[in-house]
């Protein structure tokens, strides 16, 4: 069975300080992996996905996640976060037939002044 | 262009009773996937539909049915809700099947009382 985990449930950080939210997947899951993020009250909105190619992606407002097949990791950077970074972040994978979204626990970012 | 569009935003219900919650695809998409998100948990696939037909299915019970219209737009009913189909219920279209990328609405919050 696919599986995707997030490690932290929580991470605290202060504004302008760098940030690394962890994601693992199964080896069954497909290569073509995602990070999602969900403010309050709001549903998904697609922040990056990794689907062929470079092994690094990256998104308009700044993060970016580096696919590592040895270590079947795709872990989301940030270099300065900024209080409207705080949120819910889901990282998700999908499967060849490239349909259903498995998807983490979520980490949520909490960015502090 | 009018994103993913959910209804009703809140539905509040007794055990026992059923539920239909509705979804309006992108312009231009053709297949419709639900999810369920508990609290404090990452989204959970309940199943697709693609050309009116439920292509793909999760670990979901029969009690969850679904139903996609010749315009698109979907359905979902659950039946005989338990306390425990509290949770917000997320829409998502895509572009065409087997299209990686996933739309996601702002969700329906239902609460089983």
């Known amino acids: 069975a696919q599986s995707v985990t997030q490690l932290d449930s929580q991470v605290p950080v202060f504004e302008e300080a760098p940030v690394e939210l962890r994601c693992n997947y199964s080896?069954?899951?497909?290569?073509?992996l995602f990070w999602y993020v969900q403010y309050p009250n709001q549903g998904l909105q697609l922040l990056l996905k990794?689907?062929?190619?470079?092994?690094l992606v990256e998104s308009i407002n700044g993060f970016e996640a580096e696919f590592n097949k040895s270590q079947t990791s795709f872990h989301l950077r940030k270099p300065s976060v900024h209080i409207s970074d705080t949120a819910e972040y889901f990282c998700?994978?999908?499967?060849?037939?490239?349909?259903?979204?498995?998807f983490g626990g979520g980490t949520r970012l909490m960015v502090k002044p | 262009d009018a994103g993913v569009t959910q209804s009703p935003t809140h539905l509040i219900k007794t055990r026992g009773q059923q539920v239909t919650l509705r979804c309006s695809p992108k312009s231009g998409h053709d297949t419709v996937s639900w999810y369920q998100q508990a609290l404090g948990q990452g989204p959970q696939f309940i199943f697709q539909y693609y050309e009116e037909e439920e292509r793909q299915r999760g670990n979901f019970p029969d009690r969850f049915s679904g139903h996609q219209f010749p315009n698109y737009s979907s359905e979902l009913n659950v039946n005989a809700l338990l306390l425990g189909d509290s949770a917000l219920y997320l829409c998502a279209s895509s572009p065409v099947r087997g299209s990686y990328e996933q739309y996601f609405g702002p969700g329906t919050r239902l609460t089983v009382t």
């Open positions: 998700a994978g999908t499967n060849n037939a490239g349909n259903m979204l498995t």
């Open positions: 990794y689907l062929s190619g470079s092994t």
């Open positions: 080896s069954s899951v497909s290569v073509y």
